[in-house]
């Protein structure tokens, strides 16, 4: 066992403040004692996060598939890598050994080879939850070509738009996807996409389903074709630490998405951290994280944590409510899954149908539980706890970000002391803390501010695709020298972390974090509409959910304009991002330069109306009235 996985809170203590003392040397011997490197790295960190600049292990070379993949192979070669469950509870589960798993991304990745990809193309990955979407992220990152995942719930302009940010000049996708009961037409969406997409030379298509769908001669080809004339050996492309492993999409507080810019060394070496120490996964252990490998958790902690460490990781292709509501209980005591990581909405919506759902299935395999992408309210853990771990099992209720690129604040399972409602201590090596409003870090102890990291980590985004300054104004200039998370939460006097939520314009619904103003750009593109504010309230299943505030053209509306709206929101940008509830108004508050007050809408979103504050100084007081008795 590596001295760097914590087994006791007083090793964690004394591991913490080595970490602190001296982060070079304690990154550079966990990186050095735990990985395989072409070449070891000249200097451990570089930085200077006014600017920011940051450096992890730069002038070492290596490529990140050799350590998730070729390394365990004289070991672990016959071990499961991956179970693949599939949506369908009738067809076949895969158990993909690490052999099969490299034999399996070396064709992946001498099939984009053959179709034009290079080291440093970008590379749009739009996929259904089949073990070849791992295959294609790792053989973006064997070949040295950065992959964009893009989640196969987003519309197609929000496919096309993130296409065109990062230039990519092929895209791999599926004829469908199974979601459920349902097929996403991810070809159909693709080619619609690619109207708006000139830098798109090659679309590789998976077939998933047996839809009926268009291939556009020169440009699309079937995957099973190119993947079966593809050689099974592909030598990794020798990397440097700092070259871009991927860029993955976040909602930003202004219309457009921020590209996150993750890359090889640092990541590798924090994400394998971050999960060998959080879930404390021994060997033979069945771990499983619920996400889509569309989002950072899913990356980290389906595909490259897990798999550096050489785990077995199940990829589920379904959904929690199909054929029924106990569908995880069922695979959990199918696969005698001992590790299970999901997010707080998963949990309250399925402690809301009968318990036989859950009691019917064997659970007694769980040993840990994990939480991920929003605060857990005492309920939904108390029921987690309670049915799922039946009061056995440590819950990890892990804090972090796509632009963390790993866990940060979390308990240790069965190691450091998990609290319901708190992420509770950061990780050793993570160094947080508390901003007023003035820009003073708040003293040790009991408190609550801003959150910030004050010190660089490796798995930190190093910047936006295509936009430092913008990486620069929205995490940098706040705090000047400190990383903003753009979360607000409280410390105890054990110095325990409680986020209380976003302080900036993004909401959290369902985990999935939405930009109000991509919505409202959206809204406003209905030919009636004239303004909207969109704002989060605090919703019993999803933890939040929309609220749009609409003014329409001349106040001239149809009876059908709500659901006009919803369905234009749900086409350009995805149906994650429908508002729940629309008011139409004549008018929405605004200060005299003309700023909507969304204070204001969100006080009135969340009836919290005894509260406003101060509304004379509005530009036109008299429309909060309005907003309040219009109250949806
Ligand atoms: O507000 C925090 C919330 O999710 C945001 C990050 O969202 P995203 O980049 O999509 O990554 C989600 C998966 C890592 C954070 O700024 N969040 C994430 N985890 C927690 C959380 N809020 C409270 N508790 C958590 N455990």
């Avoid at 490529?63 to 067809?91: M, S, V, W, Y």
């Avoid at 890359?263 to 499983?288: A, H, K, L």
């Amino acid at each position: 066992m590596s001295n760097f996985v914590v087994q006791s809170q007083s090793q964690y203590d004394q591991l913490y403040k080595e970490s602190i003392e001296n982060p070079e040397k304690f990154w550079g011997d966990f990186a050095e004692q735990e990985f395989a490197w072409r070449k070891k790295w000249d200097k451990v960190l570089e930085y200077d996060l006014s600017k920011p600049y940051i450096k992890w292990f730069e002038g070492a070379k290596l490529n990140i598939t050799e350590n998730c993949i070729d390394r365990h192979l004289a070991t672990k070669g016959n071990q499961t890598a991956i179970i693949f469950e599939p949506n369908n509870p009738n067809e076949e589960a895969l158990h993909i050994t690490y052999n099969e798993l490299a034999k399996n991304v070396n064709k992946t990745a001498n099939m984009l080879k053959a179709n034009g990809a290079k080291k440093g193309d970008r590379i749009c990955i739009y996929m259904p939850m089949t073990p070849e979407l791992t295959y294609a992220v790792l053989a973006c990152a064997r070949i040295g070509a950065i992959h964009s995942v893009v989640f196969a719930g987003f519309s197609a302009k929000s496919l096309s738009d993130r296409i065109n940010d990062a230039t990519c000049n092929v895209v791999l996708t599926a004829d469908g996807g199974y979601r459920g009961d349902k097929i996403t037409p991810l070809k159909e969406i693709t080619d619609e996409a690619l109207q708006s997409c000139d830098s798109v030379e090659k679309v590789i298509v998976l077939n998933r389903t047996n839809s009926k769908i268009a291939m556009e001669y020169g440009r699309d080809v079937w995957w099973q074709d190119e993947f079966a004339k593809a050689s099974d050996e592909c030598p990794a492309e020798v990397m440097d630490a700092e070259d871009m492993l991927f860029i993955l999409y976040t909602s930003g507080s202004t219309g457009k998405p921020k590209g996150m810019v993750h890359t090889c060394g640092g990541y590798m070496v924090y994400t394998n951290y971050s999960f060998r120490n959080v879930f404390q996964y021994e060997e033979g252990d069945i771990y499983w994280c619920t996400a889509d490998i569309g989002w950072i958790t899913g990356h980290s902690y389906i595909v490259y944590g897990p798999l550096s460490a050489g785990a077995t990781t199940v990829m589920f292709e379904g959904v929690p409510s199909y054929p029924d509501m106990g569908r995880f209980w069922q695979v959990v005591e199918k696969h005698k899954v001992n590790i299970f990581y999901t997010a707080p909405t998963a949990i309250r919506s399925l402690a809301t149908c009968d318990i036989s759902l859950v009691n019917q299935y064997d659970l007694s395999s769980l040993k840990t539980l994990g939480t991920v992408g929003e605060p857990i309210n005492q309920e939904a853990w108390d029921w987690y706890n309670n049915h799922i771990g039946k009061g056995n099992c440590p819950i990890v209720d892990t804090w972090w970000q796509t632009e963390t690129g790993g866990i940060m604040i979390t308990s240790i399972a069965g190691v450091t002391r998990d609290i319901p409602t708190y992420a509770t201590l950061p990780l050793p090596g993570i160094q947080p803390c508390l901003m007023d409003e003035n820009g003073n870090e708040l003293s040790e102890g009991e408190q609550e501010g801003r959150l910030c990291i004050k010190y660089p980590w490796p798995s930190m985004a190093r910047t936006i695709y295509g936009n430092h300054q913008r990486f620069a104004e929205t995490y940098y200039n706040t705090f000047p020298g400190k990383y903003f998370t753009g979360d607000g939460a409280k410390r105890d006097s054990n110095g325990n972390y409680r986020i209380t939520g976003r302080v900036d314009d993004i909401v959290i619904v369902s985990g999935h974090n939405l930009g109000t103003a991509e919505i409202e750009n959206a809204i406003n593109e209905h030919s009636n509409v004239a303004e909207s504010a969109v704002v989060g309230y605090p919703h019993d299943i999803k933890g939040n959910s929309i609220y749009a505030y609409v003014t329409l053209k001349n106040n001239v509306g149809s009876e059908t304009i709500n659901d006009e709206i919803k369905d234009l929101v749900s086409k350009t940008l995805g149906p994650i991002c429908k508002p729940e509830k629309i008011q139409i108004t004549s008018g929405l508050p605004k200060t005299r330069s003309g700023k909507i007050m969304r204070r204001i809408l969100r006080k009135v979103a969340a009836n919290e109306m005894d509260n406003l504050g101060d509304i004379s100084t509005l530009l036109n007081p008299e429309c909060v009235e309005e907003v309040i008795k219009g109250r949806v």
